[in-house]
């Protein structure tokens, strides 16, 4: 009698914790749709890191996998070389086509930028694109209309911007003439 009534309990209590109203896991995935794959030649520009192809890469990931999935993207790299006097400490950085640049400290991604085309390198490509609306080239008012667009005032670089805590980037003229994210070397 004793176990039945426990029993019986047990099952009131299981039904009186489900209301009826809170979907399971797979109710929950319904109607959503997941974000598309990027394209193999494409390059998304993260606040946490990039992506390639359908590779995804969070800051600290390894240096060799990143410039293998940027190589896939991109092509070859255009350089790469070190600069020992970083106040972060020593930076390895790669430049790919298109004016990105991956910076590595210890072989793990820290950081990256997208510039436009400087010492020769290859125009910007539409093939890297930074996740949200703001794109290099993109004008002044776009920026400064984006979420979490802040300016950064007394900047000894110039004219600096945030887009939330985990992107930067610059206005050169008119228009946005670099973007950020992660360890940097920028002597202020």
């Known amino acids: 009698m004793r176990i039945a009534f426990l029993a019986l309990?047990?099952?009131?209590?299981?039904a009186g914790c489900d209301s009826g109203e809170v979907p399971s896991p797979a109710e929950k995935l319904e109607g959503?749709?997941?974000?598309?794959p990027l394209a193999a030649?494409?390059?998304?520009l993260r606040g946490e890191g990039l992506a390639a192809g359908a590779e995804a890469f969070y800051f600290v990931a390894g240096q060799k996998e990143v410039e293998a999935s940027l190589?896939?993207?991109l092509g070859?790299?255009?350089r790469s070389g070190e600069n020992g006097e970083c106040g972060a400490g020593p930076i390895t950085f790669t430049d790919f086509a298109g004016g990105l640049t991956a910076h590595f400290q210890k072989g793990r991604?820290?950081?990256w930028n997208w510039h436009t085309a400087q010492d020769g390198d290859q125009p910007v490509s539409s093939a890297i694109k930074l996740a949200g609306g703001v794109q290099l080239g993109s004008p002044r008012s776009a920026a400064e209309a984006a979420p979490g667009f802040a300016a950064v005032k007394d900047s000894t670089l110039g004219e600096e911007f945030a887009l939330g805590d985990k992107i930067g980037g610059f206005i050169e003229g008119d228009?946005?003439?670099m973007l950020y994210a992660g360890t940097q070397c920028f002597f202020r």
């Not at 309990?9 to 299981?14: D, H, P, T």
């Open 9 to 14: 309990a047990g099952a009131f209590v299981l």
């Open 41 to 44: 030649n494409a390059v998304e």
């Open 175 to 177: 228009a946005v003439g």
């Open 109 to 111: 991604l820290v950081g």
């Open 76 to 78: 070859a790299p255009l």
């Open 71 to 73: 190589a896939k993207a």
């Open 32 to 36: 959503k749709t997941a974000e598309a």
